[in-house]
């Protein structure tokens, strides 16, 4: 099946700092998808973005399908990014979503 | 966007017994899927829960385990059987939209099998 790889797997910024987390996947996708996992375990949708770039806020993805990754951007980071970001993958053959390992952020007053 | 809400939010458990979860989405929705997140791990798909139909499971899953429901389009049941302390887990319920594919999920259901 799929392979998907998240870089860094930990990442630890000063409050106001930006960051790029990546996501890495090993075949052809029909949807990807980015999420925020709160310290008190919630799933948040961040981005829905099979391709093309997209901004919300502070918040911002791109993804190249051809190249099969993505990047998420996050910018003037503040204490409530905290958490584990997740992108997640559905191909084309039909494997339903499957999950990467995800980036542990924590961001420092 | 669809609302999920699952019960119970959390719950220890003794070892042996079942648990079953439920989950509701506010609006009709095709596809639903079940995920387990062991602690400090990744979301892990255990099953697709097909309405009409009996879910279609992952490899490493098996129905005797986690036996599921889906009597309409807006109901799902997970049922952990037999538990042991190594199904301590976070278990995540999941519709899909329909015609974008966009997944959303529940608050999840953190559960402690002592």
């Known amino acids: 099946g799929i392979q998907v790889e998240q870089s860094p797997p930990d990442l630890i910024l000063q409050e106001g700092a930006n960051s790029t987390l990546r996501c890495n996947f090993s075949?052809?996708?029909?949807?990807l998808q980015w999420f925020h996992q709160n310290p008190w375990g919630q799933l948040i949708n961040l981005f829905y973005?099979?391709?093309g770039t997209k901004q919300n806020g502070r918040l911002s993805a791109t993804t190249v399908a051809t190249e099969r990754y993505s990047l998420l951007y996050i910018s003037s980071s503040q204490t409530t990014d905290s958490g584990v970001y997740f992108c997640a993958v559905e191909t084309d053959y039909g494997q339903n979503f499957v999950f990467g390992p995800g980036t542990r952020l924590s961001v420092l007053p | 966007s669809a609302v999920i809400s699952q019960k119970p939010s959390r719950d220890i458990c003794q070892r042996g017994t079942s648990l079953t979860i439920q989950c509701q989405v506010d609006s009709q929705v095709t596809m639903m899927f079940w995920y387990r997140q062991q602690p400090g791990q990744s979301l892990t798909l255990i099953a697709t829960?097909?309405?009409?139909?009996?879910?279609?499971?992952e490899s490493g899953f098996v129905i005797d385990k986690f036996p599921i429901s889906r009597p309409n389009l807006t109901f799902s049941t997970l049922t952990v059987s037999n538990m042991s302390p190594e199904d301590s887990s976070i278990y995540l319920c999941s519709a899909d939209r329909g015609n974008t594919g966009e997944l959303f999920f529940g608050e999840g259901s953190r559960l402690t099998v002592l």
């Open positions: 829960a097909n309405q009409g139909s009996e879910a279609t499971y």
């Open positions: 973005i099979p391709s």
């Open positions: 075949d052809s996708v029909n949807n």
